[in-house]
């Protein structure tokens, strides 16, 4: 099979290009990684190269090891993708040891993989275990309301859990273990990479503050579902904190915890607080 007629391949660029046209994707901002399945990777065998030059990851994921991933590369535009996939996207491999990727396909026109791949590999390897294997996307954007909260609420889970929850009553429905925050950090490094997967290990979304947001599921619509959902709510909480400070009525604890009986959710405890 062609790779660019292959169904994850077809779904991966879709998701870029719904991304860029929410408006989450200015110049090169945002980066998606897919882990390929057996099968996939087996389906578009031919076409895979496998005498790319060996690179350092910039950090360790063994249990990821001789896994593909489907890849942004860095410094492409989401824009792009959809016009020159093979240019802005690559298949790469892990090595044994989950140390160093090689290219197999794709940056027809060089370049390399995502800058945020170290964090990216992080959160697979994390979100892999924490799911049975079940989470294969990971996914990084620039979406302008939920940074934009990141300058007037406190850089804390329990805060921007709560206050995105308020905002629509299915969001803890979406997110029921609620929402990570990492305080600013330098992008594309292992420092970085290490705090957002200490927080994956018990949320599907992290924000990192002045910066953008990470998302991680099981298929493309539940992540980019994830991306939109939180991003919408956040867009109400500009407009009510923009159009009066204090909510004149809102979603309560109790509410909530009606709300996760009929919904068989579990909602933890630490995000309903008294205010
Ligand atoms: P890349 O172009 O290297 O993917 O970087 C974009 C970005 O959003 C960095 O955080
Ligand atoms: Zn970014």
Redesign the pocket.
């Known amino acids: 099979m062609k790779i660019l007629e292959a169904g994850f391949v077809q779904g991966f660029i879709r998701m870029c290009n719904d991304g860029w046209e929410q408006g989450w994707h200015e110049r ?4 998606l990684t897919y882990r390929v399945k057996k099968e996939e990777a087996e389906a578009v065998k031919e076409e895979l190269r496998t005498d790319g030059e060996w690179h350092e990851i910039g950090t360790s994921i063994p249990l990821l090891a001789g896994e593909y991933f489907l890849v ?5 535009y989401f824009r792009n993708v959809i016009l020159e996939p093979e240019d802005s996207l690559a298949i790469v491999e892990l090595d044994e040891k989950g140390e160093k990727y090689r290219i197999c396909w794709g940056l027809v026109n060089g370049g390399k993989p ?3 791949l170290p964090s990216h590999l992080m959160n697979h390897e994390v979100k892999m275990t924490a799911t049975g294997g079940k989470h294969r996307v990971i996914y ?1 954007a ?1 979406p302008t309301n939920v940074i934009a909260l990141t300058f007037v609420l406190p850089l804390k889970d329990e805060v921007f859990t709560r206050e995105l929850w308020e905002m629509a009553t299915e969001c803890p429905v979406v997110f029921p273990d609620g929402i990570g925050v990492v305080g600013w950090m330098v ?2 490094g292992r420092d970085i990479a290490v705090a957002t997967s200490e927080l994956m290990k018990q949320y599907d979304v992290a924000i990192w503050a002045h ?2 947001m990470f998302a991680s599921g099981e298929d493309f619509d539940l992540t980019f579902g994830l991306m939109h959902t939180v991003e919408k709510s956040a867009e109400i909480l500009v407009k009510v904190l923009s159009i009066r400070p204090d909510k004149l009525q809102t979603i309560l604890p109790q509410n909530f915890r009606d709300l996760a009986v009929d919904f068989k959710v579990t909602l933890p405890e630490k995000f309903l607080y008294e205010k």
């Open positions: 090169n901002g945002g980066n942004t590369g860095s410094g492409k995502t800058s945020e990084h620039h992008p594309g910066h953008g």
